[in-house]
């Protein structure tokens, strides 16, 4: 007897306890809450950009800047081209770095022979030599004819 009172005591106990079931409030969600968003602590901005200029030449520029002026930021911005591996890879002789303290930025017009390139920016915030944050920004790529 005792055997049988403590199995439906620990079934009981086990289906009291045990199952909890949560039902989320679907009234507020928007189509915002869609999409996450990535946040950065050291970084107030960070961007890449690749654009045709009226002149037929390819302008790019990258650059990054963090909530305190005492930080330290190191930029480098890339060329990078799309290989037949279909992997984006550096170009060599197109790289540009910059570093200051609160923001950086720098930027480069040249004329580029047929593919498909984008820019790569890393920024790394840092302080006193230790390194707080670093960052990976991606331009839009851009199809160069041949």
């Not at 330290?72 to 570093?99: F, N, Q, R, V």
């Not at 920016?121 to 670093?134: H, I």
Request: net charge negative; with cysteine.
């Amino acid at each position: 007897m005792k055997k049988l009172l403590s199995l439906v005591l620990s079934a009981f106990l086990l289906c009291t306890f045990a199952t909890t079931t949560a039902f989320a409030d679907n009234s507020q969600a928007t189509n915002e809450d869609s999409f996450i968003e990535a946040r950065y602590s050291q970084f107030s901005m960070a961007f890449a950009t690749m654009y045709k200029t009226s002149s037929g030449f390819y302008h790019m520029e990258g650059g990054a800047g963090c909530y305190d002026n005492q930080k330290w930021l190191e930029l480098t911005m890339t060329l990078e081209g799309c290989g037949s591996d279909g992997k984006y890879h550096p170009i060599d002789g197109y790289t540009w770095t910059d570093s200051d303290y609160s923001s950086v930025a720098t930027q480069a017009t040249r004329d580029l022979p047929g593919g498909t390139y984008r820019v790569h920016t890393f920024a790394k915030c840092s302080l006193n030599g230790v390194t707080l944050e670093t960052i990976d920004v991606y331009s839009d790529t851009v199809n160069v004819p041949y």
